[in-house]
């Protein structure tokens, strides 16, 4: 059984190519939580950047009905999914957490994008 941190927590999961599928199809705002560095070598198209510790609801969609999927790089990497629990307490109502993390993406050999 591999269970993540996400699930763990309580949280929905979506699979790699099942968030690819929802960057294509421009329905979800995607959230990575590793470090600057992290990100700059690979992220998921358009993924933002986000501080999993210091965000606020200024750098989230105004619409509390957005989707939004958050990651950091594992599925035992707690990052994303307490990024993702906070978004939950601000009212967001549909977020998730690709469990997998970049790791999971790179293997799936998904499209990245690199640097800023």
Not at 23 to 38: G, H, I, K, Y
Not at 51 to 61: C, F, Q, R, V
Not at 74 to 93: Q, S, T
């Amino acid at each position: 059984m591999n269970l993540s941190m996400a699930s763990f927590m309580g949280l929905k999961t979506i699979s790699p190519g099942d968030l690819h599928r929802a960057v294509l199809e421009r329905r979800v705002t995607v959230m990575d939580v590793n470090s600057s560095q992290s990100w700059n070598e690979s992220h998921v198209p358009g993924a933002l950047n986000l501080d999993p510790a210091g965000y606020g609801p200024a750098e989230l969609p105004p619409d509390k009905d957005s989707s939004l999927v958050f990651y950091c790089s594992n599925p035992m990497c707690g990052k994303a999914p307490r990024a993702a629990r906070r978004a939950v307490e601000m009212g967001y109502a549909n977020v998730a957490v690709m469990a997998a993390g970049i790791r999971g993406w790179l293997s799936g050999k998904l499209p990245v994008e690199r640097g800023e």
